[in-house]
C-alpha cells in the first residue's frame, strides 16, 4: 500500500480527482503489474503541521509499505520559518521510518516574490531532507510544468489536468526504484 500526503498538489485542486497524478499513479501502477493500492490522504491547503498531525492516525490505520510525502508548499507561500517546515517534514520522516515504510519524498520551489535568500533555502531545505535521511527525493514536483502558462490554472499555482501525466512522469522516475518488481 502506497501512502500519499500531500496538499492541493496532489488532491488534484481544481480538477476531477479521478484525472490527478494521484489517480494516474494508480492506474499505471495497475496496468504494469504492481501489487499497490494507493490511498490518497491528500488535502487542499494541508501544511507540515497538519500532515505532522494527521500522519500517525494514517500509519496506523493503512500500515503503509510506501509514504510519499508532497508538503511544505502552504507553510512557504505562508513565509513559515524554513527550521520549522523542515523540522515537521523530518519529523514525518521519521515516523514513517519507524512504522517500517519507504518514503519518497517530493520537492517544491516557491515563486521568486519570496526573496531569493527564503526561496533557496526552501529548495535546499528539500536536498537536505533527502541527503540526511538517505532517502530519494523529486527535486520539484511540477519541473517542467510551472513556468509553461498553458499547464497552469488561472491562479497560477495549480497544474491544469493537462500537467497531471508530467507531474506523475516526474515522481515516476524517483518512485519505481522503491517498489517490489510486479510478480
Given amino acids: 500500500m502506497i501512502l500519499v500526503l500531500g496538499d492541493s498538489l496532489s488532491a488534484s485542486f481544481g480538477i476531477d480527482q479521478s484525472n490527478g497524478w494521484v489517480s494516474l499513479l494508480e492506474q499505471k501502477l495497475s496496468h504494469s503489474n504492481y501489487d499497490y493500492r494507493v490511498v490518497n490522504a491528500s488535502i487542499s491547503g494541508e501544511t507540515t503541521q497538519g500532515g505532522l498531525q494527521r500522519l500517525p492516525k494514517l500509519l496506523s490505520k493503512y500500515q503503509p509499505q510506501l509514504v510519499i510525502l508532497e508538503l511544505g508548499g502552504n507553510d512557504g507561500l505562508r513565509g513559515l520559518g524554513i527550521d520549522l517546515i523542515k523540522s515537521n517534514l ?3 520522516i521519521s515516523k514513517s521510518s519507524q512504522s517500517h515504510a519507504d518514503i519518497l519524498l517530493i520537492g517544491m520551489r516557491l515563486p521568486p516574490n ?9 529548495s535546499q531545505m528539500y536536498v ?3 541527503n540526511d535521511n538517505n532517502i530519494p527525493a523529486v527535486p520539484f514536483l511540477l519541473a517542467g510544468i510551472a513556468t509553461r502558462e498553458n499547464l497552469m490554472q488561472v491562479d497560477g499555482i495549480h497544474p491544469k489536468e493537462e500537467a497531471q501525466s508530467l507531474m506523475l512522469d516526474n515522481v515516476w522516475k524517483h518512485l519505481q526504484p522503491l517498489l517490489r518488481q510486479p510478480g
Avoid at 519570496?114 to 526552501?122: L, S, V
Wanted: hydrophobic fraction near 40%.
Fill in 90 to 92: 523530518q519529523t514525518m
Fill in 114 to 122: 519570496y526573496g531569493q535568500f527564503y526561496t533557496d533555502a526552501f
Fill in 128 to 130: 537536505d531532507l533527502a
